[in-house]
Each structure stands twice: as structure tokens, then as C-alpha cells.
């Protein structure tokens, strides 16, 4: 029972470099979100994906970009990394809008440094 | 305005004992759910406990249980008979349905320190 799958766990970025984190879920979830969590803070929304196909801007969206072409799948990348973007990534997804529901089921993190 | 606060930034604990970790959130939806979700050492999320905004009844599972009181917006969690294994960063979270589109907001979290 997977949940949810982060790759790559950890990564190591020189300034200006790009990449792209993968995240899949197996639940069926519609929404999915990328977080990222800095030192002694909470978890700040980067963007969100309420079905395939739709992405939207979080609290914190500049230096990303985001794709949902499959449902399971919700990719965050960096064109161009910046030291500021070291942080662990979480991805998480849940079932759906309503208040009753929309416990967030999280990844186990990706560690991203930029050098 | 901060959605989520939590005011204790560390917590410490007798093992055995119970310990109340404090969250008050501001929203202006009347549909909203509240979350507390524990991080240990190792890094992942866990969730822990829900409670929705019309619900009538404290949330509880198992040792945890959520205190809600609406009029005064806090959602403190409630952890019974403290064990080491709680040790850990707890943080608050809220789901706003009307007017932040089922997006959940956290809070800084309380580090909580159990002591055998």
C-alpha cells in the first residue's frame, strides 16, 4: 500500500540548475498539493492541483512551476534553482472539498539543497 | 493576520502525564475543518485527529482528543498519558472550503518534549 511516493528523496543543486520532484499518489485523490517546510516553520503551499489537468498558484509560487497530466501524478519543478529554495518538499493529496473530508496524506519529503 | 496560531514553540512533558498543545485560528468561513498532524524526528506527517467546524462533539482518538471552542476559534489537542514515542513537532492546520478552495493553512507547530 504505497499512498503516497516521492522522488528523489534527496538531491543536491548547484544555482541555476533545474529539476523536477514526481509525485504519485494510488488513492485516487483529486486534490493534490506541494508544501515546503523550512527550519523551525510550517508548511507553506507552493501549488495546487484539484483535478488532472488544473494546477493554481499556493502562498508561496514564484521560482516553481507545476504539471498534472495524469490524475496520480503532480510534478513540481525548478528552471532555475536558487539557494533560497533549499527546503524539504512535501507532496500530500486528499479525496475532496468538503470540510467533512480533506485529511492530507503526505509523502515521506524530499530534501532539496541549493548550492 | 495569521490563519493558524500556535503559540508554544516548546512544549516539555512528565512521561505518563497529559499535556495540552494550544492552536487558535481566524477564519470567516463557515465551513472549515481542523487537522493536527505530528512530525517526528524522521521527518514524515502524521495525522492525528479532525474536527469539523459543525460538528457538535469533541473529536477523540485514542489519547488524543481535540478541545474545539468555536466562539473563542482554538482547537487545542489534548494528549493523554504521555509516552516517550510522543516526542515529536505537532502542527495545527485548518481546511477552509468557501473561501480558500479546501486549501489547508498550518500553523509554525509546538515541539514537544516527553521526559521518562
Known amino acids: 500500500n504505497a499512498g503516497v511516493t516521492q522522488t528523489p528523496k534527496f538531491r543536491v543543486l548547484k544555482t541555476g540548475q533545474s529539476m523536477t520532484l514526481l509525485c504519485a499518489q494510488d488513492?485516487?485523490?483529486?486534490?493534490m498539493y506541494w508544501y515546503r517546510q523550512d527550519p523551525g516553520m510550517g508548511l507553506r503551499l507552493i501549488h495546487y492541483?484539484?483535478?488532472?489537468?488544473?494546477?493554481a498558484k499556493g502562498e508561496v509560487p514564484d521560482g516553481y512551476n507545476v504539471s498534472r497530466l495524469k490524475k496520480q501524478n503532480f510534478l513540481l519543478g525548478l528552471e532555475s534553482a536558487a539557494p533560497s529554495q533549499t527546503s524539504v518538499y512535501f507532496c500530500?493529496?486528499?479525496?475532496?472539498?468538503?470540510?467533512?473530508?480533506?485529511?492530507?496524506?503526505f509523502g515521506e519529503g524530499s530534501r532539496l539543497t541549493v548550492l | 493576520a495569521q490563519k493558524i496560531t500556535q503559540t508554544q514553540p516548546g512544549m516539555f512533558v512528565q512521561e505518563k502525564e497529559a499535556v495540552t498543545l494550544d492552536c487558535t485560528y481566524d477564519?470567516?468561513?463557515?465551513?472549515?475543518?481542523l487537522f493536527w498532524y505530528k512530525q517526528p524526528s524522521s521527518g514524515e506527517m502524521i495525522f492525528l485527529i479532525y474536527?469539523?467546524?459543525?460538528?457538535?462533539q469533541n473529536a477523540t482518538e485514542g489519547r488524543y482528543s481535540l478541545n474545539f471552542q468555536k466562539a473563542r476559534k482554538s482547537a487545542n489537542l489534548v494528549i493523554s498519558a504521555s509516552q516517550l514515542g510522543d516526542s515529536a513537532m505537532y502542527f495545527c492546520?485548518?481546511?477552509?472550503?468557501?473561501?480558500?478552495?479546501?486549501?489547508?493553512?498550518f500553523g509554525d507547530g509546538t515541539t514537544l518534549t516527553v521526559k521518562p
Open positions: 500530500a493529496s486528499s479525496s475532496g472539498g468538503s470540510a467533512n473530508t480533506g485529511e492530507l496524506f
Open positions: 492546520a485548518m481546511r477552509e472550503v468557501l473561501t480558500n478552495a479546501g486549501k489547508s493553512t
Open positions: 492541483s484539484v483535478g488532472e489537468g488544473t494546477t
Open positions: 477564519t470567516s468561513d463557515p465551513s472549515y475543518g
Open positions: 488513492m485516487n485523490h483529486e486534490y
Open positions: 474536527q469539523g467546524s459543525y460538528d457538535q
